[in-house]
């Protein structure tokens, strides 16, 4: 390997993190330019040093190498994981930091179109599909708990009618009564296509006297 392409193949590699991590910088996510920029950079400098030091025609060192940079960024991208209550965060940022230290490898191995053509399919991925995802009309789950005083309690039959004329469907309800504060509690789960739907569904439960509290909140990535 020549000198430059020591320094080549991490600069590359580092431009291309940081061009990614530029996008999920700008959408306010957690892992963001820097951290990119580290796992491209990183990915990129083990690759190129393990083809330095390995005897030639002996590709196992470089194998070894990408094993365990898989092996570390699967912790990595485990550790942006977080679930809320029902719902899960994160997983595409745990994919695209996936991705983008395979983008190291790559660069780092010294294939630089195929570098530069992922890390181009990646931002298209992750901002083009972004705009044609929230343009869809697909469905949106809720979470709902509806809290009523036990002496007001409202029935089932008209709970799943107050929701379907707010454009909602009911997949799964089950019951509780907390003895401490006296109200008995419905939780289930929601769909519906209408994005505006939960909101117009909070205004009408704010408006019923019957209700002592209520929580909708959505479940997605």
Do not use: N
């Not at 379907?164 to 769909?191: N, P």
């Amino acid at each position: 390997m020549l000198e430059h392409e020591w320094w080549l193949r991490p600069v590359v590699a580092l431009l291309a993190g940081a061009l990614v991590g530029l996008e999920r910088s700008y959408h306010g996510r957690a892992a963001g330019l820097r951290t990119y920029a580290l796992v491209c950079l990183g990915s990129a400098l083990l690759v190129t040093l393990a083809e330095q030091l390995e005897p030639a025609g002996d590709p196992s060192g470089s194998t070894r190498v990408i094993q365990g940079i898989v092996t570390g960024i699967g912790f990595l991208g485990a550790g942006v994981i977080i679930k809320e209550g029902s719902s899960v965060r994160g997983l595409t940022t745990a994919a695209s930091i996936w991705v983008i230290s395979a983008v190291g490898v790559v660069i780092g191995a010294g294939y630089y179109l195929m570098g530069a053509v992922a890390t181009a399919l990646t931002l298209a991925l992750l901002s083009i599909l972004r705009t044609i995802e929230d343009r869809l009309h697909s469905q949106s789950f809720y979470h709902c708990h509806l809290s009523f005083r036990r002496d007001q309690v409202s029935e089932e039959d008209w709970l799943r009618k107050l929701v379907a004329e707010h454009g909602f469907s009911i997949t799964d309800l089950s019951y509780r009564l907390d003895r401490e504060t006296g109200c008995f509690e419905y939780r289930f789960v929601m769909w519906s296509v209408d994005r505006d739907a939960s909101g117009h569904l909070a205004r009408t439960l704010l408006a019923l006297p019957s209700i002592a509290d209520f929580r909708i909140s959505p479940s997605r990535d």
